[in-house]
């Protein structure tokens, strides 16, 4: 496939799906082309049963253990760490390959990772947060809050958060493309990647498709900042990760990156050569893609991003706020919604996130109170496909086989 701006749209929807340089840019995300689609949600998860996973049995184990090599192997992965949490049939939580391909030092559970397009959820939940303390309405047209952008007096909040907006993906620029792969580590500010998104023609009227741009998150995480009168990464840490708990969750400033780390490999390159892009700039996927964290974070922020809940039983959204996220529109992705800022793949909730170098997947299965957790060192594709969605379709189909996250390959580059 070229090594164009059309292939930094992957992450979250990608191949698509829960996903930034688009989806997940921060993560690259990629995108369903915007076909006209349906606005019935997909049905609601059933009432947990715990019926819907199977017992983590050794035979279990191990079947999950060659799973996950066969997909490394087929999909040519350094290093992955996999995670999956039951109420009442066990853990798996297993490490394999390389965090760093030069010195051989083996992935490990306990590493910060970049997780792209998973950003969007937190993201989201600043905005609904705002939503419930009655700062801002979801129904609000972004041109209130925001001047310049297109469509403005008629693209509503609800429509960014839940990708229907029409506007086009910033990260899907040539302009930008050239400028991020000629200088990693350059910083962008929110008003450059806007800038690259409003030179282009919007790509249908508000709310008449399903569309994954990450241009939308920009947008609302200058809402929160403009209604909160903070930073966006000050008031996710004092409102979001800080109440949930999670104390290796950060939104970098530039390219700083905790240790320990994985290298990351990606062929999202001037050159289109893989190199390592651990210390690249992740401030291009802003409130879209920048965010790090790691395993148990993430194990933690599934549960609580797919109920609203925080691990004491309180809420970070209200229950009727919660709702309306969980309202999740059909896509052109078969069997997967998209509410606000959040996935509902055959019943697993979530994100998934990529961007250069490094995939996540963290998704939560209500019917049987379940999480998987996936991170990954590299973000090539595999014959279209997210390796994080490989992943996720072959540790699910064993899991939980009627529930498999089945996210189809990456559309080909317009």
Known sequence: MPHTSARLRRGAVAATAVGMLVVPAAGWAAAPPPSAVSTAPVPPSPTPSGNDVRELTPAVQRQLDAAVRGVMREANVPGVTVGLWTPDKGHYVRSFGVADKDTGRRMSPGLYTRIGSETKTFTVTALLQLVDQGKVGLDDTIGTYVDGVPNGDRITLRELAGMRSGLFNYSEDDGFFKALTSDPQRPFTPRQLLGYAFRHPVLFPPGEKFFYSNTNLILLGLVVERMSGQSLADYIQHHVLVPAGLRHTLFPAGNEFPEPHPQGYTDQTATGRVEDSADWNPSWGW??????????????????????????????????????????????????????????????????????????????????????????????????????????????????PDHVFNLPAEPAAR
Request: net charge negative; no cysteine; proline share 6%.
């Open 287 to 400: 409130a879209a893609g920048a965010m790090i964290s790691d395993l148990e974070d993430l194990r933690v922020w599934a549960r609580t991003v797919a109920t609203g809940q925080l691990p004491d039983g309180s809420r970070l959204i209200s229950a009727a706020t919660q709702k309306q996220r969980l309202i999740t529109p059909a896509t052109p992705i078969p069997g997967a919604g998209y509410g606000l800022g959040i996935f509902d793949v055959q019943g697993w909730i979530g994100h998934n996130g990529s961007l250069p170098g490094y995939e996540s997947l963290t998704i939560y299965l209500p019917s049987a109170q379940a999480t998987l957790v996936v991170v990954l060192n590299t973000d090539i594709n595999y014959k279209g496909a997210e390796p994080s969605t490989l992943f996720g379709d072959a540790i699910t189909k064993i899991v939980s």
